[in-house]
């Protein structure tokens, strides 16, 4: 149902009495990806981080509970932004294994409270919006940092977040080319067949062989649906990951790895990495020479310098060390840091890096916005939640996530 109310709007005092709350809207992931656009993400998640260097948000770090074994996880992330003003917490659970039962790894809700009046506002699916938002920041790590004329981009792994970061990047950069690699040989085929029907349904071709000639779109200026002008794009199965990089002009990675399966000597100059998939500080994707040598940013220090693996690994050996987080995304977005001026990519020769861990500010900015859209538009396509109790909906089998 949906609560006639603007969010934080106080209930008026009616006959000495105080009105029923507004109803609590439940959304589950056909909701989410029906309401939330890979362009309305965006714009919320770029709000979300320009608060928080604004110092206008509330971004404790996220509590991480490691259950026995070791493998399994259960994470809680509040946060609060002022403005647009969205109050809440992500609760995500993280199992693994549950991709040999045929089960999402990632299950969890994000709750949205009202600012003023502390009232539950939403519950909604945490997978489809962590997926959508986590790939809304690559897409601006990659605006602010790949070159204009990025065309050739590889993403390593073949789950949720794969699927994101093609439909998030293919709005931002004019890619023609893209390749996928998974440990799973299945997953990539897979992914790659779903990847060109989606497109061909669209109006765009996935070719076998590589067009050529003709003036290329910047990705500026895209669609509210985030999709960028039509043109012809390959897309195909790497068998290994040095095959799917090489000579790459934006790397994605978003595997479920502990270790690294991106090799520094694999990266050309001139590209930009978004690293995705570790969130843990014993973990990484990207060996220590990735790090080293390229220009580094973050979504936040403070998460990286307590989270982070990819950096903290590479700290511990001696190779980096806290300066060589050069900013955040926020600070790049602001065009200024507390301490000077941050600058992003100086030359079409540097490499660059963007380590994601993934904000519940961009959860919340998320979901307030989703919020505000279905209010718009009415209650069109979405599925009431019989009682509180039952969970958000999941998606159907497939690849696992490997996000937070």
Known sequence: MIPPEAPGKTP??????????PSVLFLDREAVEAHLSPALCLEAVEGAFRSLVQGQAIQPLRTLLTLPGGRD?????????????????????LFPGNHDQGLPSHQGVILLFDTETGGLRAVVDAESVTSLRTAAASALATRLLAREDSMDLAILGAGVQARSHLEALLAVRPIRRVRVWSRTADHARAFVAEARARLEARGRSAPLERPSGGSMPTGQGAPRGGLPPMREIEIVVAPDPESAVRDA??????????????????????????AVGAYTPDTRELDTLAIQQARFYVDRRESAMAEAGDFLIPREEGAVDDAHILGELGELLEGAAVQGRVQGRTSP????????????????????????????????????????STPASTPPPGPPDTRR
């Open 249 to 274: 002009d934006v790397i994605c990675t978003v595997t479920a790895s502990p270790t690294p399966i991106l090799k520094g000597e694999w990266i050309a100059p001139g590209t930009h990495v978004n």
């Open 73 to 93: 996880h259960f994470l809680v992330m509040p946060a609060h932004v002022a403005r647009p003003a969205a109050l809440g917490a992500k609760l995500l659970s």
């Open 349 to 388: 020769g540097d490499r660059t890096v963007f380590k994601s861990l993934g904000l519940a500010v961009q959860d919340l900015a998320a979901v307030a916005a989703l919020v505000r859209e279905i209010q718009a538009v009415g209650t069109k396509g979405i599925v009431p939640t019989p009682a509180p």
């Open 12 to 21: 008026r005092p009616i006959g000495g009495e105080m009105e029923r709350p």
